[in-house]
């Protein structure tokens, strides 16, 4: 059983910017982020996949960008340009492979119990 941490969740004013962290219990080589907002469903917003790669949500290209430093096995995401639409609960998720077509899918077989981003206008 995988377990991941999140931090990084806060309050900010539109335009600022944010950085989520997790920190699995061990390796896996497929790993994302994905939102709910309250009446919504549960979207991938950013996915890493040790070999090939990321992939974005069209809404947070060119404002989101997920790394992960393996040195500490770690997966970010920097959140760049947020906006009151970007407010919601956000969640780290992990499995062992995802398709490259399923990575921003929410079929993920770990996730964390979720952070808070809230940004205000």
């Known amino acids: 059983q995988v377990q991941l941490v999140e931090s990084g969740g806060g309050s900010v004013q539109a335009g600022g910017s944010l950085r989520l962290s997790c920190s699995p219990s061990e390796y896996t080589s497929s790993m994302g982020w994905f939102r709910q907002a309250p009446g919504k469903e549960r979207e991938g917003v950013a996915a890493?996949?040790?070999?090939?790669?990321?992939r974005y949500a069209d809404s947070v290209k060119g404002r989101f960008f997920i790394s992960k430093d393996n040195t500490k096995n770690t997966l970010y995401l920097q959140m760049n340009s947020l906006k009151p639409e970007d407010t919601a609960m956000y969640y780290c998720a992990a499995d062992t492979y995802r398709d490259w077509a399923l990575l921003l899918q929410p079929g993920y077989k770990y996730w964390g119990q979720g952070t808070q981003v809230t940004v205000s206008s």
């Open positions: 890493w996949r040790s070999d090939i790669g990321t």
